[in-house]
């Protein structure tokens, strides 16, 4: 199933998802390099909320560009399959290997808005990332590693420790909770 038709049969779980939903299916249709970073209005991004095995911790980055404790993500670049952009992504800011899909299916979606920032030297300008979550299980025996050039740590914490260690308010309220809300009520 294509990721279009996979949003389409998602089921948003608050007013945030359903106002999401819409202008993110707007935009797939009108826009189609959304996919790529070319698209310097919007495009298409994938988190994980990575779970160790027994779903009571979650691996997050100290982001270097937010400052703050983050999950893992990044941008699609032209892979459609959002959920491996979201696996290669965690893989890479965390060092940890074997990691899996919870459930394969879009656990979460969210246009999140970013600030004009430097990066590698050349500025990028705000835009609003079209996110879509999902759901990972990792080990938390694996052994960490920083990703220089993004992050400056890597660490497990209690799920309501993740939104304690973030700095970001409108991420802890509107997405980090919701995330964990979801997860108790075995969405």
């Given at each position: 199933m294509d990721f279009k038709q996979q949003l389409t049969q998602y089921q948003p779980y608050n007013?945030?998802?359903?106002?999401?939903?819409?202008?993110?299916?707007?935009?797939?249709?009108a826009k189609p390099d959304i996919y790529t970073r070319e698209n310097q209005v919007a495009h298409m991004t994938?988190?994980?909320?990575l779970l160790n095995k027994t779903h009571d911790k979650v691996l997050?980055?100290?982001?270097?560009?937010y400052h703050s404790w983050s999950w893992t993500g990044g941008h699609a670049d032209g892979d459609r399959d959002?959920?491996?952009?979201?696996?290669?992504?965690?893989e890479e800011e965390t060092?940890?290997?074997d990691i899996k899909a919870v459930t394969e299916d879009i656990f979460s979606i969210e246009i999140l808005t970013v600030d004009g920032h430097e990066?590698?030297?050349?500025?990028?300008?705000?835009?609003?990332?079209?996110?879509?979550?999902?759901?990972?299980?990792?080990?938390?025996?694996?052994?960490l590693r920083v990703k220089p050039d993004e992050n400056s740590g890597v660490k497990w914490f209690s799920l309501e420790g993740a939104l304690k260690a973030c700095t970001e308010p409108w991420m802890i309220e509107r997405i980090y909770k919701k995330l964990n809300e979801k997860m108790q009520k075995g969405e």
């Open positions: 007013e945030q998802e359903e106002c999401d939903k819409a202008v993110m299916l707007s935009l797939l249709d994938a988190s994980a909320w997050m980055i100290y982001h270097n560009i959002l959920l491996a952009v979201a696996k290669r992504e965690a060092g940890v290997t990066k590698r030297g050349a500025y990028v300008p705000s835009h609003l990332h079209l996110n879509v979550t999902y759901l990972l299980e990792a080990d938390e025996e694996e052994v």
